[in-house]
């Protein structure tokens, strides 16, 4: 590269080159800063789920009993039958998986939500034993857990004793407040074949359910292999079209949305806007050959051949390139921090967040969860860009180097 001439052609037009530079770096910074939050909106999907530990849960549509009164089912809580169960669990994508039993106690004062739970279940025992307040995890002979919420709301406390169903149980333990995020929120824990005998012997429930033979319950999590690749949803839905799922998928679309710059309205301005940065580009390149005709004549002249000349203007414009993806990179480390410390609100559907609607009480508990976004620098798309945007602005280059060949020395004579 003969640096004399590019520098005076930097010092020339040092303001289109500085405008060109810093487009492209402003367009890579973009870029990478798009993909980086594309590649973190499963991750943001999930944030519901973590609460729990778990990447799915699954529930059943069911029916609305005439009356509320007792034990009762909510209508997106209908009974999981155990050849369904057992079909939940070959799933070749689960690797973790438990059932609990979610009820509504309607008594004469006191509403009370309740999950059956087995004492020795894989996920919903090991959340519970790791926010004991105070007491101890213990549901076995007629003992519940109750939350701090509850506690609190009903003056309750460890050792009093609670009526459910027509049957005493005594509190053995208090959990800390909004334990799961208001995902299937329970004021009481119990034994799952106790939960299980109150919901049989309920007389709505009997109305309109005739209940599976063997266990049966209404909420199922999964924990999910994150390497599977097929439709989730799909497999679990192919038992029965009755299931309600949700799982990141439920809350991706709304996670979207909000990441503006991944509309559909984003995506057509950062076309626009790549459009017009090649096309500056494209100028840029071959307003740099018409400006020098005259020592690219006299290069050709001397001896230069076309190739030589090729090779020079590739290494200017990869030097230029070179600068701009480097400011690019700090442009798009600086953006992505910048969105680390933002955050996205996702509202919890109804049914998951399964409160009976129809209590004033119970209705105001906040379905919106909001978090950090969780963004990541994904080492190796920095990279894959860094590499991808030299190689296709020097194809553009290449392609326009075809007008080298029209600067002829012999007509540049005649026209001096």
Same mark, same amino acid.
């Given at each position: 590269?003969?640096?004399?001439?590019?520098?005076?052609?930097?010092?020339?037009?040092?303001?289109?080159?500085?405008?060109?530079?810093?487009?492209?770096?402003?367009?890579?910074?973009?870029?990478?800063?798009?993909?980086?939050?594309?590649?973190?909106?499963?991750?943001?999907?999930?944030?519901? +789920?973590?609460?729990?530990?778990?990447?799915?849960?699954?529930?059943?549509?069911?029916?609305?009993?005439?009356?509320?009164?007792?034990?009762?089912?909510?209508?997106?809580?209908?009974?999981?039958?155990?050849?369904?169960?057992?079909?939940?669990?070959?799933?070749?994508?689960?690797?973790?998986?438990?059932?609990?039993?979610?009820?509504?106690?309607?008594?004469?004062?006191?509403?009370?939500?309740?999950?059956?739970?087995?004492?020795?279940?894989?996920?919903?025992?090991?959340?519970?034993?790791?926010?004991?307040?105070?007491?101890?995890?213990?549901?076995?002979?007629?003992?519940?857990?109750?939350?701090?919420?509850?506690?609190?709301?009903?003056?309750?406390?460890?050792?009093?004793?609670?009526?459910?169903?027509?049957?005493?149980?005594?509190?053995?333990?208090? +959990?800390?407040?909004?334990?799961?995020?208001?995902?299937?929120?329970?004021?009481?824990?119990?034994?799952?074949?106790?939960?299980?005998?109150?919901?049989?012997?309920?007389?709505?429930?009997?109305?309109?359910?005739?209940?599976?033979?063997?266990?049966?319950?209404?909420?199922?999590?999964?924990?999910?292999?994150?390497?599977?690749?097929?439709?989730?949803?799909?497999?679990?839905?192919?038992?029965?079209?009755?299931?309600?799922?949700?799982?990141?998928?439920?809350?991706?679309?709304?996670?979207?949305?909000?990441?503006?710059?991944?509309?559909?309205?984003?995506?057509?301005?950062?076309?626009? +806007?790549?459009?017009?940065?090649?096309?500056?580009?494209?100028?840029?390149?071959?307003?740099?050959?018409?400006?020098?005709?005259?020592?690219?004549?006299?290069?050709?002249?001397?001896?230069?051949?076309?190739?030589?000349?090729?090779?020079?203007?590739?290494?200017?414009?990869?030097?230029?390139?070179?600068?701009?993806?480097?400011?690019?990179?700090?442009?798009?480390?600086?953006?992505?921090?910048?969105?680390?410390?933002?955050?996205?609100?996702?509202?919890?559907?109804?049914?998951?967040?399964?409160?009976?609607?129809? +209590?004033?009480?119970?209705?105001?508990?906040?379905?919106?969860?909001?978090?950090?976004?969780?963004?990541?620098?994904?080492?190796?798309?920095?990279?894959?860009?860094?590499?991808?945007?030299?190689?296709?602005?020097?194809?553009?280059?290449?392609?326009?180097?075809?007008?080298?060949?029209?600067?002829?020395?012999?007509?540049?004579?005649?026209?001096?």
């Amino acid at each position: 590269m003969m640096k004399a001439y590019f520098y005076s052609f930097l010092k020339n037009n040092r303001i289109k080159v500085i405008l060109l530079v810093l487009s492209i770096a402003l367009y890579f910074g973009l870029a990478v800063a798009a993909v980086s939050l594309h590649k973190s909106i499963p991750g943001i999907a999930t944030i519901p +789920l973590k609460s729990i530990g778990v990447q799915t849960i699954i529930q059943k549509n069911g029916k609305i009993p005439k009356r509320m009164a007792g034990a009762i089912l909510p209508h997106s809580n209908a009974p999981i039958s155990k050849g369904e169960l057992d079909k939940l669990r070959q799933l070749a994508f689960v690797e973790g998986y438990d059932q609990g039993i979610f009820f509504w106690q309607f008594d004469r004062s006191v509403f009370k939500a309740v999950l059956g739970v087995a004492a020795d279940s894989a996920i919903f025992s090991d959340l519970l034993k790791r926010n004991i307040l105070q007491g101890e995890f213990n549901l076995s002979q007629d003992n519940i857990i109750i939350t701090d919420d509850f506690a609190h709301k009903h003056n309750t406390s460890l050792s009093d004793r609670l009526e459910i169903a027509g049957s005493t149980y005594n509190v053995k333990g208090i +959990l800390k407040a909004n334990l799961t995020g208001n995902i299937v929120p329970a004021d009481i824990y119990m034994d799952i074949h106790q939960a299980e005998a109150i919901i049989r012997n309920s007389e709505e429930m009997k109305n309109i359910y005739q209940f599976p033979d063997g266990e049966f319950a209404n909420v199922i999590p999964l924990r999910t292999d994150p390497l599977w690749k097929g439709d989730k949803e799909k497999e679990i839905k192919a038992i029965t079209k009755e299931f309600i799922v949700f799982s990141e998928k439920t809350f991706t679309g709304e996670v979207a949305k909000q990441l503006s710059l991944l509309s559909s309205t984003g995506r057509t301005l950062f076309a626009v +806007l790549g459009g017009i940065i090649v096309a500056a580009f494209c100028l840029m390149v071959l307003f740099s050959m018409k400006s020098r005709e005259k020592e690219i004549a006299l290069l050709r002249m001397i001896g230069w051949k076309i190739g030589d000349i090729r090779r020079h203007f590739i290494s200017e414009s990869l030097v230029l390139l070179l600068i701009s993806v480097l400011l690019g990179n700090a442009l798009a480390f600086a953006a992505l921090h910048v969105v680390s410390r933002q955050t996205i609100t996702m509202e919890l559907p109804w049914d998951i967040s399964a409160k009976p609607h129809f +209590l004033p009480e119970e209705n105001s508990i906040e379905r919106v969860i909001q978090a950090n976004i969780p963004v990541h620098y994904d080492y190796l798309t920095f990279t894959s860009m860094t590499v991808l945007f030299p190689v296709l602005f020097l194809c553009l280059n290449y392609a326009l180097f075809h007008r080298l060949k029209k600067i002829k020395p012999s007509e540049y004579e005649r026209r001096t």
